[in-house]
């Protein structure tokens, strides 16, 4: 597991108006939190935490946090607790650090790859179902894996691999579902009518109907003001 040293200081101004101005700045407000104790608000640089998570191991990175404005500097190692984007555009808003021991386990969630290729795909044309795309895993925090690859060569049409057949990394205990599906391989007609069938309880609506729907959908919400032209039609 990689370490990335980051440096960041304590955030004394709160408030939607102070952190944008703070991003103004090129700094990104932040927060880190220690079992027991009470949370500290930080600020860090954009650039510098941009770099920390764009390592192989994504946002399960280990960081050691050199903390500056205390009376004593501080070191923590800490690790990605949650991180706040904006909607539309995605970019980093707010990002949420939680203190860790190296000798205590810890849960986090890790990306599933796929290894080889199905001979269910290969020779007989099936189409391979990529079902759970990441696993909840307990470990060590120098145990965390970047992710956690399935050989699925043997899988032919119709078979599936489960949670339960996935061997871990050593001190890597998966904490899903072990019945649950990892992937599958079906007959390639079989997934074009699943994808055709309407959901269960979904009713198609006639051409008519929907046409209908769509001019209803048009008609401006109580308050919204219409436009001129159309007062003016209605007047004379």
Not at 32 to 37: A, Q, R, S, V
Not at 85 to 104: A, G, M, N
Not at 134 to 146: F, H, M, R
Request: some cysteine.
């Amino acid at each position: 597991m990689e370490f990335i040293d980051l440096n960041a200081s304590l955030r004394e101004g709160t408030g939607k108006q102070f952190n944008k101005k703070l991003r103004t700045e090129g700094l990104m407000p932040a927060i880190i939190y220690k079992k027991g104790e009470d949370s500290m608000s930080l600020k860090i640089y954009r650039k510098d935490l941009l770099k920390a998570l764009h390592t192989e191991a994504g946002e399960n990175v280990i960081i050691r946090l050199h903390i500056d404005g205390l009376k004593k500097k501080k070191e923590s190692t800490v690790i990605v607790k949650e991180i706040q984007r904006e909607p539309v555009k995605d970019y980093i808003l707010h990002v949420d650090f939680q203190e860790i021991s190296l000798t205590e386990t810890l849960k986090v969630k890790v990306p599933i790859a796929s290894k080889g290729e199905a001979i269910g795909v290969k020779q007989d044309e099936g189409v391979l179902q990529h079902v759970l795309w990441e696993a909840e895993i307990e470990c060590l925090p120098t145990n965390i894996p970047e992710k956690i690859e399935v050989d699925i060569s043997n899988l032919k049409i119709g078979e599936s691999i489960h949670v339960k057949d996935i061997q871990p990394p050593e001190g890597v205990k998966i904490l899903e579902d072990p019945e649950g599906v990892v992937f599958g391989v079906e007959h390639a007609k079989a997934v074009e009518d699943i994808i055709a069938a309407p959901a269960e309880g979904e009713v198609q609506e006639p051409e008519v109907i929907k046409e209908k729907k769509e001019k209803e959908e048009e008609v401006p919400a109580e308050g919204v003001e219409k436009p001129a032209e159309e007062k003016k039609e209605k007047k004379e």
